[in-house]
Antibody, heavy 123, light 107 residues
Framework: QVQLVESGGGVVQPGRSLRLSCAAA????????MHWVRQAPGKGLEWVAV????????YYADSVKGRFTISRDNSKNTLYLQMNSLRAEDTAVYYC????????????????WGQGTLVTVSS | DIRLTQSPSFLSASVGDRVTITCRAS??????LAWYQQKPGKAPKLLIY???TLQGGVPSRFSGSGSGTEFILTISGLQPEDFATYYC?????????FGQGTKLEIK
């Protein structure tokens, strides 16, 4: 049974940093790319970042480029999102999501999602 | 960057109705499109990918069509559990943007 469990959310002051984690289980983590997607309170979904199955390729939304870093530790079956220089507009629930397609295939959508972790940026 | 625009943003319908939601891309994206359903407080659920391929376990009353710049999600015979918010997503790298969402409410 596939499980994705996010952690690391909380309240942080503007300008500070936070690292989110997503622990994966129940499938071959090393074979699938992963995404971070966020949702501000009462708003729609916003794609944040993607990382390839082996970590060799990463892409970011313009809104977080240069401030956020997606990474993975395939030996620990864990995905990360390092968030620096946080702003009030980064306040959201952050979801990790698994690519359904294996290897570099991203065109089959995200078939499993975590429950989300809330990040609140406020002084 | 590719922008996805959904219409309508809000939709009111009754159980048993057939409804359609449109997603328009700012440039051609072939069939690299997915549809998700999200209920309050829950993670999104994949319904359709590659514009028209039904995800396993999703009821056949959901269907998708389109290619290029215009895509349609159709729900035939609305059930009470279908009242939710629906999102389209671009599926080809490097940016995987979402549409702004369509909230489907009970009339």
């Amino acid at each position: 049974q596939v499980q994705l469990v996010e952690s690391g959310g909380g309240v942080v002051q503007p300008g500070r940093s936070l690292r989110l984690s997503c622990a994966a289980a129940g499938y071959t983590f090393t074979s699938h790319g992963m995404h971070w997607v966020r949702q501000a309170p009462g708003k729609g979904l916003e794609w944040v970042a993607v990382i390839s199955y082996d970590g060799s390729n990463t892409y970011y939304a313009d809104s977080v480029k240069g401030r956020f870093t997606i990474s993975r530790d395939n030996s620990k079956n864990t995905l990360y999102l390092q968030m620096n220089s946080l702003r009030a507009e980064d306040t959201a629930v952050y979801y990790c999501a698994k690519n359904q397609g294996g290897w570099d295939v991203t065109t089959s959508g995200s078939d499993y999602w975590g429950q989300g972790t809330l990040v609140t940026v406020s002084s | 960057d590719i922008r996805l625009t959904q219409s309508p943003s809000f939709l009111s319908a009754s159980v048993g109705d057939r409804v359609t939601i449109t997603c328009r891309a700012s440039q051609g994206i072939s069939n690299y499109l997915a549809w998700y359903q999200q209920k309050p407080g829950k993670a999104p659920k994949l319904l359709i990918y590659a514009a028209s391929t039904l995800q396993g376990g999703v009821p056949s009353r959901f269907s998708g069509s389109g290619s290029g710049t215009e895509f349609i999600l159709t729900i035939s015979g609305l059930q009470p559990e279908d009242f939710a918010t629906y999102y389209c997503q671009h599926l080809n790298s490097p940016i995987y943007s979402f549409g702004q969402g369509t909230k489907l409410e009970i009339k």
